[in-house]
């Protein structure tokens, strides 16, 4: 009689290849804290990778291109079956997916040890395989409204390119493959926050009776977005022209005022929800930085350091942001109450510091002190995200457990 019950089981797909979250969370937390080690292992004693990129070229490479692209890919090809109701990518084909982006870091790390076109374009390929298969999925849902979705993800992939060539010597603007990486992402958390942060946070207000209720999206909205990815991408290409430094700090002022209509202020006592506009705060904050240190520049009225904006937005906006969605992702999808335990508002706090000190670091003028304690703070946070979450996003849905399938 238990024979059955036993092919059941064996019969049921691994837990881990389900639903994208549950892979690439899982190794976005584990390199987020593994590459950042072994970044200031570098730093401190002077090692080497076999790398044709430089330590802190490596350093931004990954950050951008192996932590953030398996948040991304865990967050669109989760999102994605919301949007159009079909069947999430999952077992061998989102095992294959997984195993390009491993090989993608494999090749990056040891790229000095392989030839150049073979690093490039097994790193390259993921970016573009990914926006292919997120393209199909919301074609084939016909699901229209999402498809510009997957465009930020192409010029992820264009970027990472462009690294490679300025790499090996083309004509290529210093930087202009990681400036516009971190254009392409704040782009992407800048519409998933619009879309999310709100949302969540009405839902959440209504439960408890709340009469005031964030703003629904509207003029505000556009004229903010509008302004942050044009100053984002006009940065990308002119990192030193006044006028985008300008349109900056006004797109920093214009979602100040958007993050304000979203009554931040009341989600204080659930940190599930508040870590998620105050990840769109260091969007604010990293884009008035940004803008002021292009003015300052060439005003020599003061001076803000690039590297402390540029940090606002990679430790501050893309720290906060993934860790808020990875995490409240992860409880829902494993069938687990939408609430932050002090482990998880832990986490919360520790990437919050991080930035902090980093964004300090930057601005005091880089002190080796400061950057080793941002560094503890965020390998501390993203370790602690990797041992709370791992477990969950290793096995079944709990609601699956208790009913027996």
């Known amino acids: 009689m238990a024979m059955p019950a036993v092919e059941n089981v064996r019969s049921r797909p691994l837990a881990l290849?389900?639903?994208?979250?549950?892979?690439?969370f899982l190794l976005a937390g584990v390199w987020s804290a593994a590459a950042l080690a072994g970044w200031i292992v570098m730093l401190t004693m002077g090692i080497a990778l076999p790398s044709?990129?430089?330590?802190?070229?490596?350093h931004i490479h990954e950050m951008l291109f192996g932590f953030v692209m398996a948040a991304i890919a865990g967050f669109l090809l989760t999102a994605i079956p919301n949007w159009t109701g079909r069947a999430p990518v999952s077992g061998r084909p989102l095992a294959a997916l997984a195993a390009l982006w491993l090989a993608g870091r494999l090749a990056c790390l040891v790229s000095a040890s392989i030839p150049f076109w073979l690093a490039a374009a097994t790193d390259v390929a993921f970016p573009f395989v990914l926006c292919a298969v997120c393209a199909r999925e919301i074609i084939a849902g016909r699901n229209w409204r999402n498809m510009p979705m997957p465009l930020p993800v192409a010029f992820l992939g264009i970027a990472d390119l462009l690294m490679y060539l300025q790499l090996a010597g083309f004509s290529v603007p210093a930087g202009l493959g990681w400036r516009l990486a971190l254009a392409a992402v704040v782009v992407l958390i800048s519409i998933v926050g619009g879309r999310i942060i709100p949302v969540f946070t009405r839902n959440w207000?209504?439960?408890r009776g709340t009469v005031v209720l964030p703003a629904k999206h509207g003029p505000v909205d556009v004229v903010a977005l509008a302004a942050l990815h044009a100053g984002m991408i006009g940065w990308a290409f002119f990192p030193e022209l006044p006028p985008v430094g300008g349109l900056l700090v006004v797109a920093a002022a214009l979602n100040l005022w958007r993050l304000a209509r979203?009554?931040?202020?009341?989600?204080?006592?659930?940190?599930?929800?508040?870590?998620?506009?105050?990840?769109?705060?260091?969007?604010?904050i990293g884009a008035a930085l940004?803008?002021?240190?292009?003015l300052g520049t060439s005003m020599s009225v003061f001076h803000v350091p690039e590297a402390a904006a540029t940090h606002a937005l990679t430790?501050?906006?893309?720290?906060?942001?993934?860790?808020?969605?990875m995490t409240r992702v992860t409880?829902?999808?494993?069938?687990?109450?939408?609430?932050a335990d002090r482990i998880t508002a832990l986490i919360y706090l520790l990437v919050i510091l991080a930035a902090a000190a980093r964004v300090a670091a930057a601005a005091i003028g880089s002190l080796p002190v400061l950057i080793e304690i941002s560094a503890g703070l965020w390998i501390g946070a993203f370790g602690l995200f990797t041992l709370r979450y791992g477990p969950m996003l290793l096995a079944p849905r709990v609601d699956a457990d208790r009913n027996g399938g």
């Open 205 to 207: 207000l209504t439960k």
């Open 290 to 294: 940004l803008g002021a240190s292009m």
């Open 17 to 24: 290849w389900t639903m994208a979250f549950r892979p690439f």
């Open 52 to 58: 044709r990129f430089d330590p802190l070229t490596w």
């Open 331 to 339: 409880l829902g999808h494993t069938g687990r109450a939408l609430t």
């Open 262 to 284: 979203w009554r931040g202020t009341a989600t204080l006592p659930e940190p599930l929800l508040s870590i998620l506009h105050a990840g769109y705060l260091w969007v604010v």
């Open 315 to 325: 430790a501050g906006a893309i720290g906060a942001m993934t860790l808020g969605v």
